[in-house]
């Protein structure tokens, strides 16, 4: 079974489906806002990195060629900026999101093409602390018998942000959805997980797709309600925590000034 997972292709899977509206209006996509300089390579002087480079560079810090972009409507810049991934040494394909009830409803546009892989999931609009954290989590999930690995980054605002429990050997026991407070001190921001949890957020997805199909309404979907249903249903989750880790997302003005402020200093 291990030597499976080692085998196994490692593929990045991104949603850039959001509408940003709390930091609206943008004359760009939200994952394309500058945040930092990048040097390119052979050539004198810098460039403008924007927000998403920081996640994609990441990922191929940890080997990961390729991954799928998850697109809205209307935000065709992104491909036009990233291309086929050239710039960043990897391979992108683009995907149209489907249904807007929440990031699980976007990634699962993706399972078709990404079922039988290993998958490294992240947020396009977040930069975080440190380089080599994809590195520890595939090796964790490849070491060991998780069906799920989540990077667990310290956070002092509980409210915009999923916090986790755990016990002392890292295995999760709860996800709480953006608590209004919390005596927590950690959050998940990445993750990677086996081909089983894929199928299970694939099953979960089509579940309640139906249950709103009979009831006509309902409720946002976050990934942190799949990640709790699966340890509910006694899915391995495991974590490897990054007690000096660091993460800044631009989701909002504050936080926005706070990335710009902090790129030079985390890039």
């Known amino acids: 079974m291990q030597s499976n997972q080692a085998q196994r292709e490692v593929i990045g899977l991104v949603p850039m489906a959001g509408k940003a509206s709390r930091i609206a209006p943008l ?158 001190i950690y959050s998940w921001e990445i993750a990677v997980w086996t081909p089983l949890f894929s199928r299970y957020s694939h099953d979960y997805v089509q579940a309640a797709i139906r249950k709103r199909s009979v009831a006509g309404v309902g409720n946002e979907l976050f990934v942190g309600d799949v990640f709790q249903s699966a340890i509910r249903d006694n899915l391995s989750v495991e974590s490897v925590i990054f007690h000096n880790g660091s993460f800044v997302d631009i989701g909002t003005p504050e936080d926005l000034m706070k990335a710009v402020h902090s790129a030079n200093k985390i890039s």
């Open 27 to 184: 004359p760009c996509s939200k994952e394309l806002y500058p945040v930092g300089y990048r040097q390119l390579e052979g050539e004198e002087g810098v460039r403008p990195k924007v927000v998403s480079h920081y996640l994609l560079e990441r990922m191929r810090h940890a080997n990961i060629r390729k991954a799928f972009i998850v697109l809205r409507e209307g935000k065709w810049d992104i491909p036009a900026y990233f291309g086929d991934g050239a710039m960043l040494d990897m391979h992108l394909a683009y995907l149209m999101m489907n249904l807007s009830y929440g990031v699980p409803y976007t990634l699962d546009q993706a399972f078709p093409f990404v079922q039988d892989a290993t998958i490294a999931l992240g947020f396009p609009d977040m930069i975080f602390h440190p380089y080599d954290a994809y590195t520890k989590l595939i090796a964790l999930l490849e070491e060991s018998e998780a069906d799920i690995v989540l990077g667990l980054f310290p956070a002092d605002k509980p409210q915009k942000t999923d916090m986790v429990e755990f016990d002392a050997d890292g295995h999760i026991r709860a996800i709480h959805i953006k608590p209004p407070s919390s005596e927590l």
